[in-house]
């Protein structure tokens, strides 16, 4: 049954398409973690961003304080 499907289907290049893409941007992101990031004080630097205290606390929706 899958083999009549496959053989007749017109459209099986989509999937392939989609397949080659993800694996693309998967092995250049992979690429870029493993070979780009070799700078220490990059590494520190991205390490740090969430933790960077220069964000303000925001209060309530409505206005009122604590």
Excluded: C
């Excluded at 099986?12 to 493993?34: D, E, H, K, M």
């Excluded at 004080?41 to 606390?57: G, H, M, V």
């Amino acid at each position: 049954m899958f083999k009549e499907f496959y053989a007749n289907s017109d459209h099986l290049i989509w999937p392939t398409l989609g397949l080659l893409i993800f694996s693309v941007i998967f092995i250049g992101v992979l690429a870029y973690v493993f070979l780009g990031l070799r700078d220490k004080q990059k590494i520190d630097e991205i390490a740090a961003l969430p933790l960077e205290p220069d964000t303000q606390e925001l209060g309530p929706a409505d206005g009122r304080g604590r």
